[in-house]
């Protein structure tokens, strides 16, 4: 293994199974020291007064064995694909996973894929234009994205467009007369094409501009600042000085020399924003009906559901773990130096 984009490619993934295993442990543990009684919040205080009852329920649920023995329980379900059964539900968490997880990534994607193409374009423009309106319009833009809460602009939006205008669809993944798409990924508008359902499809998109822009508008305004900045310092280098004066044309200096520098910074920051969007959709949720893991993490949170809590913690940390593996491949492949060192 002599290549050092595979050497860099086996080190990143060697850590990445230990960080995982400490996600398992972290999650475990901060989960038990959330403040609460499960067997109250899940049996009610009318069982709390049979004891037998609420010994039974803890030896159901692995509850009367010492926390060592519970991690390791917990652990070796793991291993085995097996992420507890649910208090509520009733049903493994990984099902409820199966079931909510989707429409999160479907909305969360959806708002990344947005906030890259505009964000990077508009820090383009505003570096190329620094210190003329063009920048000066578009600072002030990144700067209100940055700075308006997401849930009162959620609530905005729902009100204004839909209640009042009534340009966009209500709260949900898709017309309730429609129905969905066979599942198969999950996803409503990849199901709807895969069952060629153009109507369903036409109505999953309806659904998803409005929550989308919504959680899209703060990751915009963050790339469109950082973008300019890392452009900025790009184009006083002097590589890039040399290939103008050499003659380059000036697409050919920015997408060959200017972008593919610029790009590092940029990247790290997308990554970092996507697994925010993933972890921090439960506000948007809520207002707009979405069924994702935001609202599912809420529901196991307020009724103590630690099997589903730690369910969705493992989840989120997994997701940071994977973007970040993601994050430094691309910079491996985009700056060779990384990789070399």
Known sequence: MRH?????????????????????LVTFVLTNLVPGDPVAANLGQRALGDPAIVAQWRADHGLDKPLWQQYLLHLQGLVQ?????????????????AEYVPATLELAGAA????LVLGVAFGVIAALRRDRLPDHTLRV????GISVPTFWLALVAFYVFFYRLQLTPG????????????????????????????????????????????????????????????VLEVLGQDYVRAARAKGLPGRTILFRYVLRSAL????TVAG?????????????????????????AYKSATTLDLPAVMGVGLVVGVVYL????????????????????
């Open 141 to 144: 833009l990144s700067l209100i």
């Open 81 to 97: 694909g097996d992420l507890g059964t649910s208090q509520q539900s009733h049903r493994p968490v990984s099902q409820d996973l």
């Open 171 to 230: 709260s949900g993944r898709v017309d309730a007369a429609l129905g969905a798409a066979p599942p198969v990924t999950g996803l409503a508008t990849v199901d709807a094409l895969l069952a060629g359902r153009w109507d369903i499809f036409t109505s999953a998109v309806g659904h998803l501009i409005t929550p989308a822009l919504v959680l899209a508008l703060y990751t915009i305004g963050l790339l469109t600042r950082f973008t300019r900045s890392a």
């Open 322 to 341: 994977v973007i970040n593996l993601i994050v430094d491949v691309l910079y491996g492949v985009i700056d060779p130096r990384v990789r070399l060192q």
């Open 264 to 267: 590092v910074p940029v990247i």
């Open 272 to 296: 970092l924003a996507f697994g925010s969007l993933l972890s921090g959709t439960v506000l948007v949720e809520a207002i707009f009906a979405w069924p994702g893991i935001g609202q599912y």
């Open 112 to 115: 990344i894929l947005v906030s």
């Open 4 to 24: 050092p984009l595979a050497r860099f490619l086996v080190r990143r993934v060697l850590l990445a199974v230990l960080m995982a295993w400490g996600i398992t």
